[in-house]
């Protein structure tokens, strides 16, 4: 299975993509949603997306807009990953068309039980 | 009439809480405790203690605006914003940091505890990106919470400070 | 380091018979981290110490201990999902088709550590049924009154939401209290949390339609597991559920359930007659 990791931050990314690749993906990285966009309309669709909020360009939120509106990325499940924590955007990013939603911090822990809920597990997890 | 000055009329239209009114430092310090575990590694705490002064500061931070203003502010030495950059790159960190990578996982700290620091506070308010160097000044010295903490035996603190000028007395 | 290689893999087995779960080598200080604080709680300022004697003079409670700070110390909501699933898919259609209106059904969480399950199962209901708050009513019962305290708190925080609690849910249960989220009042209101020793006679409970027992039984020998199981029979329904731990089974402890395929989970059933 291969993922798409959106964070303006180097040091999140490669947290997140070292946790992804150890569950078995294949990833790739973007600085920021307008990034993440290119990467897509380059034809490297990918089973999942981790995307943060707050970015320079284009902000999380407007890229989940942006993809929602596309037919053609309809199956690509978008996991936010970030620290904004408040109730009210939680539900705004489910409203935008995110399916999950995990606040930072987090453990590998965290990342790993939610793709269990969504089915994205590509293997047989250890602790 | 006799009126006295109980407070209550400077909380009208014109007055806004200051932080104290609104956190605390044991929560403060648990927003940073859980980033630490999560970020830096399961076995790093940070011990709520003074330790020395910091030489060569550092600092990273986020503003909130919102119903309260101000900013979220990492500060600590430059030598142990290293070892904290190290210890979030793992193995992917290079052999000479750069500048850049301790700007990186540095703000990167300063997002994730200022974005829950703001997600604790009421009402809803925005959150920027992160920046590095020299801390902004406390404008309003009631307007500031503050934490001092130890990591690896060296001083980090964290101060929530207002972005704006205490309000005149009446 | 403290922890000796022979500590080391004793846990490593004791986790993996109780939890199926994987404790690779190089976890050492994982372990060692985890178990300090239940260390010095019994006394010990040493994780092998402890180790070494609660290896040598067994008890349920200590090993009760290490494999849950190994393996659900930040309990996850719907970690095994299978036998939540099972009680919408399946069970509550029976229920509610075998009760009158105006029944209360009634649900316990035995064990509930700090109340993730009791939360679960109270969420999943809400959900499904539009007068769930009079409708059902939740009992979560627990040894430790630490734990039965955390789960009438019903606060958690931000790292355990983080562990497999679905976002919509979290959105539609929850509301935000300072750093922590706590359960929404009238999801609290529907749970009722006790201590209860399960190793000792009930005090007077139920008669309950569906029982979540998992993960206890492994804990203890089998008188023990055949008296607890007696002991729950008498206070469910005739036609109740209970639900056990995927490593658990009634099959060769007590012959007086009938074990059922629900989904990709087992449910037990008292047999009648028995």
């Known amino acids: ?127 | 009439m006799t009126t006295i000055d109980t407070g209550e009329r400077r909380r009208g239209a014109e007055s806004r809480p200051v932080i104290t009114e609104l956190i605390d430092g044991a929560t403060i310090e648990s927003i940073a405790q859980d980033a630490w575990i999560a970020l830096v590694g399961e076995e790093e705490v940070l011990v709520p203690l003074p330790g020395e002064p910091v030489t060569d500061p550092v600092s990273s931070w986020v503003d909130v605006v919102g119903p309260w203003t101000g900013s979220v502010v990492l500060t600590t030495g430059r030598r142990t914003a290293e070892e904290l950059t190290r210890a979030l790159l793992q193995e992917h960190s290079p052999e000479v940091l750069e500048d850049e990578d301790v700007a990186d996982a540095f703000g990167e700290i300063a997002n994730v505890v200022g974005g829950n620091v703001k997600a604790a506070l009421p009402g809803s308010s925005g959150l920027s990106l992160p920046d590095v160097g020299e801390a902004p000044a406390p404008r309003n010295p009631d307007d500031v919470c503050r934490v001092d903490l130890l990591w690896r035996g060296e001083t980090v603190s964290i101060s929530v400070q207002g972005a704006l000028p205490a309000l005149p007395a009446h | 380091m403290t922890l000796t290689t022979t500590s080391f893999d004793w846990v490593r087995q004791l986790v993996h018979r109780e939890s199926a779960i994987v404790l690779q080598p190089g976890k050492e200080y994982l372990v060692e981290a985890r178990l300090l604080p239940i260390a010095r709680q019994a006394g010990l300022t040493d994780v092998s110490q402890f180790v070494e004697s609660v290896r040598t003079r067994p008890s349920p409670d200590n090993t009760r201990a290490i494999v849950e700070a190994l393996t659900t110390n930040e309990t996850s909501w719907f970690r095994d999902g299978d036998p939540f699933t099972a009680l919408t898919s399946t069970v509550l259609p029976s229920l509610l088709a075998a009760r009158g209106p105006s029944e209360r059904l009634q649900i316990w969480s035995a064990a509930c550590s700090s109340g993730q399950e009791a939360y679960t199962i109270g969420m999943l209901l809400e959900d499904a049924l539009p007068n769930a708050a009079s409708r059902v009513a939740i009992t979560a019962t627990d040894i430790s009154r630490e734990m039965v305290e955390r789960t009438r708190a019903g606060r958690f925080s931000q790292l355990e939401v983080n562990r497999g609690l679905p976002a919509p849910m979290l959105v539609r249960h929850f509301v935000r209290a300072g750093n922590e989220w706590e359960v929404a009042p009238q999801l609290r209101r529907m749970v009722t949390a006790s201590e209860c020793n399960l190793a000792a006679p009930l005090p007077r409970m139920g008669p309950f339609d569906v029982v979540y027992l998992r993960n206890v039984l492994i804990y203890f020998d089998l008188p023990t597991k055949q008296a607890i199981l007696r002991r729950v029979r008498d206070v469910m329904r005739p036609d109740g559920w209970l639900f056990l731990g995927a490593a658990e089974t009634t099959l060769g402890v007590d012959d007086s359930w009938e074990r059922v395929v629900v989904g990709r989970s087992s449910a037990y059933r008292p047999l009648k007659g028995k």
């Not at chain 1, 981790?50 to 690509?76: I, Y």
């Not at chain 1, 590998?108 to 602790?127: C, S, T």
């Open chain 1, 1 to 127: 299975m291969r993922a798409l990791v959106i964070d303006d931050s180097r040091a999140m990314r490669r947290i997140v993509t070292g946790i992804l690749e150890g569950l078995g993906y294949e990833t790739q990285q973007a600085g920021h949603g307008r990034e993440g966009l290119d990467v897509l309309e380059g034809g490297w669709v990918p089973e999942l997306v981790c995307v943060d909020w707050n970015m320079p360009v284009m902000d999380g939120l407007q890229f989940v807009s942006a993809v929602r509106s596309n037919p053609a990325w309809r199956a690509m499940t978008i996991m936010m990953v970030t620290s904004e924590s408040e109730h009210t955007q939680i539900v705004r990013a489910l409203a935008a068309g995110a399916h999950e939603y995990v606040i930072k911090p987090f453990t590998a822990d965290a990342i790993r039980d939610k793709l269990a809920l969504l089915g994205l597990l590509p293997q047989e997890a250890v602790l």
